[in-house]
Structure formats: C-alpha cells, structure tokens
T-cell receptor, first 116, second 112 residues
Framework: GAVVSQHPSRVICKSGTSVKIECRSL??????MFWYRQFPKQSLMLMAT?????????EQGVEKDKFLINHASLTLSTLTVTSAHPEDSSFYIC????????????FGPGTRLTVT | GENVEQHPSTLSVQEGDSAVIKCTYS??????FPWYKQELGKGPQLIID?????GEKKDQRIAVTLNKTAKHFSLHITETQPEDSAVYFC???????????FGSGTQLTVLP
C-alpha cells in the first residue's frame, strides 16, 4: 500500500517551453501533496504544499508563476514548470499524505527534468 | 522553525557490521520522526518512523531510538548487506509547521 507514482520519470525540453509533471496516489486519497526539488548530493528542498481544491502554499523564494501547482482531485497533483530555463534542470519529487494520517508522507519515484 | 542536523555525511561499513546514523532537532514541539532510504535516481522510501511517545521501535534489522530530552534520534541497521547501500535521510515533523524538515543525508556504503 501507499504507492505514489510520477509521470514522466524523465523529460528533456527546450528552453522557453513548459513541462507538466503528474503525481498520483494510487491506493489512497491524499488531501495534501508536497513538491520537492533535489540537487545532486543534496537534501530535499520543499517547494510547495498542495491542498486539494485550494491554492498551493509556496515556500519562500519559489516563484509561484513559474512553478504552477494544481491539485484538482484527491489522487492527483500536477506541477507545471513554465518557460523552463537550464537552471530549472533538477530532480523533482512529489509526496502525498494519506488523508486519514496526520504525519506520514509517501514519496513518488521522482522526475528528472533537463532543459536544453 | 525546525532545524535537523544529521551525522555522519558518509559512512562505510563492512558487510555484516552495524551502522548508526544520528540526528538532532531543535523544535521541542516536533513529535514525528521518520527515516527515508533513497537509492540513486529514485524517490525516498519510508523505512521506519517513530512518534514522540515511544523511545524505541524495531523492524527486523532496522531500529530507531528517540531521546526527547536531548532532542536526538538515531537509526540503527544491524547485519548490514550490500543492498543497504543508499542515502538515508532523517526528518522531523513539527505539528505547527505541518511539514517535514529533513536532515542533510548520509551516504551509507556497505563493503562486501
């Protein structure tokens, strides 16, 4: 149980284009999902907290207009990187908190974004 | 806000030996402490967690201990195997912050 999927696992896009990453909780409902960014050999950096049916809460320094988050259902959250630039290249990971749990988070497998 | 420090940053052990990774936290209100294992190119996997009302929890070869007074918790892996090689992250959850704060990670290498 507690499986989270992400799609795509890898994506290469040209500078200036937009990329959408999907995060799905496969066997549980998740009122809250989180989006993280991870640089090589570093820890996870929280970008935003996504709550179903409401606007996402972004961490300080994260551009909300560049990283659009939508959490339209209890099993799906999407992250769209708009007007991507090479510096947006990174490993993006989502996590989901089961609605009935207070603390536990389960992570997806991650998406490797490369902007050329 | 919460601050989590993790040591060591790298750890090499011989297969069959034990490995211990330690974390300290700053927010006395934190009450949930998970450990995640991350293999190269993959997302973190929850391997064990502990709540603040428990001092120790064990699951086969993995155990976690919590000292609330000293505000530190540790991951213990016994009888290590090469497949235990990965990056391990500790985290702390403060109810007020409603999110996890992660340590910096420990690269564990189990030498055959």
């Amino acid at each position: 149980g507690a499986v989270v999927s992400q799609h795509p696992s890898r994506v290469i896009c040209k500078s200036g284009t937009s990329v959408k990453i999907e995060c799905r909780s496969l066997d549980f409902q998740a009122t809250t999902m989180f989006w993280y960014r991870q640089f090589p050999k570093q820890s996870l950096m929280l970008m935003a907290t996504s709550n179903e049916g409401s606007k996402a809460t972004y961490e300080q320094g994260v551009e909300k207009d560049k990283f659009l988050i939508n959490h339209a259902s209890l099993t799906l959250s999407t992250l769209t990187v708009t007007s991507a630039h090479p510096e947006d290249s990174s490993f993006y990971i989502c996590s989901a908190k089961p609605s009935e749990r207070v603390y536990e988070q389960y992570f997806g497998p991650g998406t490797r974004l490369t902007v050329t | 806000g919460e601050n989590v420090e993790q040591h060591p940053s790298t750890l090499s052990v011989q297969e069959g030996d034990s490995a211990v990774i330690k974390c300290t936290y700053s927010d006395s209100a934190s009450n949930y402490f998970p450990w995640y294992k991350q293999e190269l190119g993959k997302g973190p996997q929850l391997i064990i967690d502990i709540r603040s009302n428990v001092g120790e929890k064990k699951d086969q070869r993995i155990a976690v201990t919590l000292n609330k007074t000293a505000k530190h918790f540790s991951l213990h892996i016994t009888e290590t195997q090469p497949e235990d090689s990965a990056v391990y992250f500790c985290a702390a959850h403060s109810g007020s912050a409603r999110q996890l704060t992660f340590g910096s990670g420990t690269q564990l290498t189990v030498l055959p």
